[in-house]
C-alpha cells in the first residue's frame, strides 16, 4: 500500500513541478536501461540546464553551474575515513539530517532544478550519480578540468545511514561533540551541520592562523593531503559567489518547514536578496570562468578585516584599487574579497607555498584540482572495480588497486586437502584457522567497501600489528608450506579464506561453497582505519557493538551467530579478539562448531569478573560455574533486540549451522565485486 501512495505522491509531485516552472526536458521515460552506463545523454541535459535560468530561483551570473559544483561538493564532501561514512553514494543529502544542515541552505532548490532529468532516466539514473554529474558538467562548462567519472551509485531509500554525521541521537551516543566547533575525530567536520569547517574561523573568530590548524585536520580525516586541500579550497572559490545579502537569514530548513524552505528573509529571498552561508562575497572577476585568479588575489592583496552585511566576518582589499565582479544579476559591480578560512591559506609554510605554485603554474592547478575532485566525489564508491560509465579513469592510489587474478588458478580440492592433512595433525589448527580467516574478512567496511579478505592485507602492517591479530603471524607459518606447493597460483588470500572455510566444516560446520580468484596486495595500504571496534573489551557498549554490525553489512542475526562460532571453535591460547574462547577451562578439548554459546547464555545468571594471568582482563562469569563471556556476549541476553535472535538459535543447532555458513560465505566473498551492484560469488 505505502509503495502505491508514494507513487501517487512522486507523480502528482511532478505533475505539479510542471505547473510550477520547472523547466521540462523532452525524451522518453521508463524506457532507458534499468542502468547506464553511458551518461553522455546526461551531460548534454545538464549542459542544457546551466544557463535557463527559472523564475524561481534565478542563476547567478546567468549560469547554474557554480550552485550545481556546490550540490555536488556538499552531497561528496560528507565523506570521512574514520568509518567511512558519508559521500554521494546513496544520494542521502535528500534527506535528514543532512538535508536541513545549515551547510546545505538552499540546495533544495538545486535538487528541484534536477528533477526533470531525474524524471526522465527514472530508475536507470540515481540521484547519487545524477548530483556528482551535475557538478562535473558544471566544472566542465566553465572551461574547469575534469579526470572521469566513477558511476553506479545506489540511492538510499531513506536517511539513516547519515544519522551517525549528525545531529542525531545516535551521533550523540557514539561520537559526542560538547562543543559544536570544536569537534573531534572521528566525526568529519568541526561543525556538526558544516561539510568541513567554519569558514569564518574555528568557533566563528576570524584568526586565519588557526583556521588553517583547523582546515589541515578536518581535511585530513578524509584523507586529503595539503595539494589536494589547497586544489580543492581554490578550486571551488574559482566559480560562484557567497550569500548574505542581510542579516535575517535564510528562513526556516526543511525539518521546520519542508513545504516552503529557506524562503529567504532579505527582501524577496532571491537574486541580489539571497541569504545562503551568510557571507557575502565573491573571490575572482570571473565567477563562470576557470582559471587561477583566486591564488593570485590572494597574494597580491592586502587584506583586512570587516562585517559583512550578513553580519559575519569577511575580508576584503586594502587601498582604493580593488577589483570586482559582475552582481549575480549582472546589473552592477561587486569587489572581490575572501573569507577566513581562504585568508588560513597564506598563515601556513605549506600551503602558502602551493598557493604561490598554483598562482604561476595554471597547468599545475588543473592537474591537482581535477585528481583531488575525483578523490573528492568518488572516495565512497571503494574499489575501480566497481565503477561504470565511458569515462572511467584507471584506478587510483586511493582506491587501493589490487593486481590481477592470477591467470591460471589451482584445483582448489587438493588444497583443501593439503589443509586437512594439518588439521589432521592439529586439532589446534581448528581455532586458528578460522580466527585467521575471521581477522582478514572482518575488516570488510561495507560503507567505503574497503577491506575484506581480498588482498590479504592482514600480511603486513598495519593489520599484523594490531594487538588483536597477534601471533597470527604463526598461524601463517602453519599455512607456509600449502601455499609454496601451490606457488604463485594460490593466493594468500585465497589459502587463509578456505583454511577457515576447510576448518569449520572440519568442527562440524555446513560444507560452504568456496569462490576463488582472490589476489594478493603487495602492501598494507588502504588499512588504518579498519582495526576492529570491537575485540571483547569489557567497556565496548551496546551502541559500539550495533555500530560494528552495520560497519560490515551485517544484520543482528548474522552477527550473532558469527560472534557464536568464534566462541565456539575460536583459538585456545595467546589470543585477542571475538574468534577466541572464552572459556579455555570449560571448552579445552571440544572443537566442534555448535549453537552452545546461545544455551549457555541464556541459561546462567552473569556478574562482572576480573581474570587474572599474564593481563588482567575484566569480563562476565557466570554465577554457578567458571564459565566467561564477553561484555558483548552478555549483550546477546540484556539487549531485547539481540536477546531475540539468541533465543531462536538455543534450541535449534541445525538452524545455527545453516545461518552460520550463509553469514560467513556473505562476509567471505562481501569484497568480491563485480560492478557496483553485483558480486562475482553469486
Not at 575525530?185 to 583556521?211: H, R
Not at 594439518?422 to 574497503?450: C, E, H, M, P, V
Not at 577451562?585 to 541464556?602: E, G, M, P, V, W
Request: contains cysteine; aromatic residues 10%; proline residues 6%.
Amino acid at each position: 500500500m505505502w509503495k502505491i501512495l508514494l507513487t501517487i505522491y512522486l507523480n502528482g509531485f511532478i505533475s505539479i513541478s510542471m505547473k510550477k516552472g520547472y523547466p521540462r526536458i523532452p525524451g522518453n521515460t521508463g524506457d532507458h536501461q534499468r542502468r547506464l552506463d553511458n551518461f553522455d545523454d546526461v551531460i548534454k541535459d545538464v549542459n542544457e540546464l546551466l544557463t535557463d535560468s527559472q523564475e524561481f530561483w534565478p542563476a547567478d551570473y546567468g549560469n547554474y553551474g557554480p550552485l550545481l559544483i556546490r550540490l555536488a561538493w556538499h552531497s561528496a564532501g560528507t565523506y570521512r575515513s574514520s568509518d567511512g561514512r558519508g559521500g554521494g553514494n546513496g544520494g542521502r543529502q535528500r534527506f535528514e539530517p543532512e538535508r536541513s544542515w545549515p551547510d546545505n541552505t538552499n540546495l533544495d532548490k538545486a535538487r528541484r532544478l534536477l528533477i526533470p532529468i531525474k524524471q526522465k532516466y527514472g530508475e536507470a539514473l540515481s540521484w547519487g550519480d545524477l548530483i556528482i554529474i551535475a557538478g562535473n558538467t558544471a566544472i566542465q562548462n566553465m572551461g574547469g578540468p575534469l579526470l572521469g567519472f566513477c558511476g553506479g551509485r545506489a540511492d538510499a531509500l531513506d536517511g539513516s545511514d547519515s544519522a551517525m554525521l549528525g545531529p542525531s541521537k545516535e551521533q550523540e551516543t557514539l561520537m559526542p561533540c560538547p562543543v559544536n566547533g570544536a569537534c573531534k575525530a572521528p566525526l568529519g567536520a568541526s561543525t556538526v551541520g558544516l561539510i568541513y569547517v567554519n569558514p569564518a574561523g574555528p568557533m566563528g573568530v576570524p584568526v586565519p592562523k588557526k583556521s588553517s590548524l583547523d582546515i589541515r585536520e578536518v581535511f585530513g580525516r578524509m584523507n586529503m593531503n595539503d595539494t589536494e586541500t589547497v586544489a580543492l579550497i581554490g578550486g571551488g572559490h574559482s566559480f560562484g559567489k557567497g550569500h548574505g545579502a542581510c542579516p535575517a537569514g535564510a528562513g526556516k530548513p526543511p525539518k521546520e518547514d519542508p513545504i516552503n524552505p529557506w524562503p529567504g528573509n532579505c527582501g524577496k529571498g532571491t537574486g541580489n536578496d539571497t541569504f545562503t552561508s551568510g557571507f557575502e562575497i565573491v573571490w575572482t572577476t570571473n565567477p563562470t570562468e576557470w582559471d587561477n585568479e583566486f591564488f593570485k588575489n590572494l597574494l597580491l592583496f592586502d587584506w583586512q578585516i570587516y562585517k559583512g552585511p550578513g553580519n559575519s566576518f569577511q575580508w576584503t582589499m586594502k587601498g582604493d584599487k580593488r577589483p570586482a565582479a559582475p552582481s549575480a544579476d549582472g546589473k552592477t559591480k561587486q569587489t572581490i574579497g575572501m573569507l577566513t578560512s581562504d585568508l588560513a591559506l597564506l598563515h601556513d609554510d605549506s600551503y602558502l607555498d602551493i598557493v604561490k605554485k598554483f598562482a604561476s603554474d595554471q597547468a599545475a592547478f588543473d592537474h591537482a584540482f581535477a585528481n583531488a575532485w575525483y578523490k573528492l566525489t568518488t572516495r565512497d564508491m571503494g574499489p575501480v572495480t566497481r565503477c561504470i560509465g565511458n569515462n572511467v579513469p584507471p584506478s587510483q592510489p586511493w582506491q587501493y588497486p589490487l593486481p590481477p587474478t592470477p591467470s591460471n588458478l589451482p584445483n582448489f580440492s587438493p588444497v583443501r586437502k593439503a589443509i586437512r592433512k594439518i588439521l589432521n595433525k592439529n586439532r589446534g589448527a581448528i581455532g586458528k584457522f578460522a580466527r585467521l580467516a575471521w581477522q582478514s574478512i572482518s575488516t570488510f567496511r561495507s560503507t567505503d567497501y574497503l577491506g575484506g579478505g581480498n588482498g590479504a592485507r592482514i600480511r603486513f602492517s598495519p593489520q599484523k600489528d594490531w594487538s588483536v591479530n597477534k601471533n597470527l603471524n604463526k598461524v601463517l607459518y602453519l599455512l607456509r608450506p600449502v601455499k609454496e606447493k601451490f606457488g604463485e597460483s594460490l593466493s594468500w588470500a585465497d589459502l587463509i579464506v578456505l583454511a577457515g572455510n576447510t576448518a569449520i566444516e572440519r568442527a562440524g560446520g555446513k560444507r560452504m561453497v568456496f569462490c576463488g580468484g582472490r589476489t594478493d596486495a603487495l602492501d598494507g595500504e588502504g588499512s588504518t582505519d579498519l582495526k576492529p571496534k570491537i575485540t571483547g573489551d569489557f567497556y565496548d557498549s551496546l551502541a559500539q557493538l550495533k555500530e560494528f554490525m552495520k560497519l560490515m553489512g551485517l544484520s543482528q542475526r548474522e552477527f550473532a551467530v558469527l560472534n557464536a562460532g568464534g566462541y565456539a571453535i575460536g583459538e585456545q591460547y595467546g589470543c585477542d579478539g571475538l574468534f577466541c574462547k572464552r572459556d579455555v577451562q570449560a571448552f579445552k578439548t571440544d572443537y566442534r562448531l555448535s549453537n552452545r554459546f546461545f544455551a549457555i547464555l541464556q541459561s546462567k545468571d552473569w556478574i562482572k569478573h576480573t581474570v587474572y594471568g599474564n593481563n588482567q582482563k575484566r569480563m562476565y562469569k557466570a554465577s554457578d560455574s567458571h564459565t566467561f563471556m564477553f561484555s558483548t556476549d552478555v549483550m546477546f541476553k540484556e539487549d531485547s533486540e539481540l536477546n531475540d535472535v539468541t533465543n531462536q538459535y538455543v534450541y535449534d543447532n541445525e538452524k545455527f549451522l545453516d545461518d552460520f555458513a550463509a553469514a560467513w560465505t556473505k562476509l567471505a566473498n562481501a569484497d568480491r565485486f563485480d560492478g557496483p551492484y553485483g558480486n562475482l560469488c553469486n
